[in-house]
């Protein structure tokens, strides 16, 4: 029993005499994030739309007349100017028929000639033939006297009578070849009328026979090789003028009142394609009359050299909506369910609900921002880009200000991170202590 008491004793002892340990003091984490300087301004946030290249003026130039080709100078993807030769068809299909032409025309030109001739020789008989008539009728009015005075015989005055109708039936057959003139006459004019206009159509197709380019342009199809028989109508060679060139984007349906509004006002919206390696301008200036479901046919107009587009070629456009005032660009990554960012005061993130308005490419590598707008935004603020997976208000950060670390207050800190350089997204959510 001594023993035990003696135990119980010690162990009394020993728990009353124990040093006490401190309890660990709880320290907050500070999170290195990236940040911005907000820059309120007017902006005009861009709308991203696709499109293709297409013209209303593609040139299919036809065969004027069967015929066969002698040379053809382009080939598809060549670049022309106005007058050069595209293609030549044979002379020799086009010259035979010119001269047949021709030679129809000299001969009614003289049967004109000619019936204008016989026009006058019948004036100038019928006068003839009156006068014989006169006399003719003067012999048998002789007879019939003689006959009276019983001096005379009956046959001669038969033949007398016989005379005066024959001669009377001259002068009316040379009457009626007077009165036909003008008919005859213009019977043959109609007809010298009509070889010249037939004369003039084989020239003109002639003269087409060698088909030039009416204007600068591009070719986009050759269709014929020298020694190919072609019919009249026939396509043999394909092209567009340059500045017809035109891109049709589709603009969706939440967009179209903005821009016909935008287009009523300020009469064409610029817009920016980048085929290849550069930038095309181009100018909205036209929507299309007709539109669907999905929205509505913008027609743009290729302000720039447009040597760089193909017809049919698909391009991204960069339309530039009407802008707004009081607008700040920040990265993608700073929003947050597409409408809440958060700034920095006092060492902590702030959150901040904004409507955003779009996205814009800005900078020397053109750099997609977004557009944002809020009433509790303000120069100078720093807007935090580094994009937290646990971000909410109160969070205490530290970050980067125009190159130099901004340091949180001191309170509540026992250590901080000293000197380190810029961190990216990939450094976010490692706590400094």
Same mark, same amino acid.
């Given at each position: ?6 135990g ?25 994030v ?5 820059s ?81 020789t ?74 010249r206009? !037939?004369?003039?159509? $084989?020239?003109?197709?002639?003269? %087409? @026979?060698? /088909?030039? =380019? +009416? #204007?600068d ?13 072609v ?6 060679? !394909?092209?567009?003028? $340059?500045?017809?060139?035109?891109? %049709? @984007?589709? /603009?969706? =349906? +939440? #967009? ?17 394609a980048?085929?290849?390696? !550069?930038?095309?301008? $181009? ?27 193909r ?6 456009? !960069? ?55 809020s ?6 603020d ?52």
């Amino acid at each position: 029993m001594m023993v035990l008491a003696l135990g119980i004793g010690a162990f009394h002892v020993l728990k009353h005499t124990k040093s006490v340990q401190a309890p660990p003091a709880v320290q907050e984490r500070i999170w290195r994030v990236e940040a911005e300087r907000a820059s309120p301004s007017r902006l005009a946030p861009e709308l991203t739309l696709y499109g293709r290249v297409e013209t209303a003026d593609l040139l299919r130039a036809a065969a004027s007349a069967p015929a066969w080709v002698t040379e053809v100078a382009v080939r598809d993807g060549d670049r022309v100017a106005a007058g050069d030769m595209l293609v030549r068809l044979d002379d020799r299909d086009f010259l035979p028929r010119i001269e047949q032409a021709r030679a129809q025309i000299a001969e009614l030109e003289a049967q004109i000639d000619s019936e204008r001739n016989r026009y006058e020789t019948d004036r100038l008989a019928l006068e003839q033939e009156r006068r014989l008539l006169e006399l003719a009728r003067d012999a048998v009015a002789r007879q019939e006297r003689l006959k009276r005075q019983r001096v005379g015989a009956e046959q001669a005055l038969d033949e007398a009578e016989q005379a005066a109708v024959q001669q009377a039936l001259a002068v009316s057959n040379r009457e009626m070849s007077l009165a036909d003139h003008p008919t005859r006459l213009r019977g043959l004019q109609a007809r010298l009328a009509s070889n010249r206009a !037939r004369l003039e159509e $084989l020239e003109l197709e002639y003269e %087409r @026979a060698t /088909i030039r =380019a +009416p #204007y600068d342009g591009m070719v986009t199809g050759v269709d014929v090789t020298a020694g190919d028989q072609v019919a009249r109508g026939e396509v043999l060679v !394909r092209m567009f003028a $340059l500045d017809s060139l035109q891109v %049709r @984007a589709r /603009i969706p =349906a +939440p #967009y179209q009142a903005e821009l016909v509004a935008a287009l009523r006002e300020q009469g064409q919206l610029p817009a920016i394609a980048e085929p290849g390696d !550069r930038a095309l301008t $181009l100018v909205l200036d036209r929507i299309a009359g007709e539109a669907g479901p999905s929205g509505v046919d913008g027609l743009f107009h290729v302000s720039g050299d447009p040597f760089a587009l193909r017809l049919g070629q698909m391009l991204t456009l !960069r339309l530039e909506r009407p802008a707004r005032d009081d607008v700040v660009a920040v990265p993608f990554r700073a929003v947050y369910g597409g409408g809440r960012i958060y700034k920095l005061e006092g060492g902590r993130m702030v959150g901040v609900d904004v409507a955003t308005l779009g996205e814009r490419r800005s900078g020397a590598d053109a750099q997609a921002r977004l557009l944002v707008r809020s009433p509790e935004l303000r120069r100078g603020d720093l807007i935090v880009t580094t994009h937290m997976p646990n971000a909410i208000d109160g969070l205490r950060v530290e970050t980067l200000d125009e190159g130099r670390m901004a340091r949180v207050p001191a309170a509540g800190r026992t250590s901080t991170a000293a000197g380190g350089s810029r961190t990216s997204d990939a450094d976010a959510g490692r706590a400094v202590h």
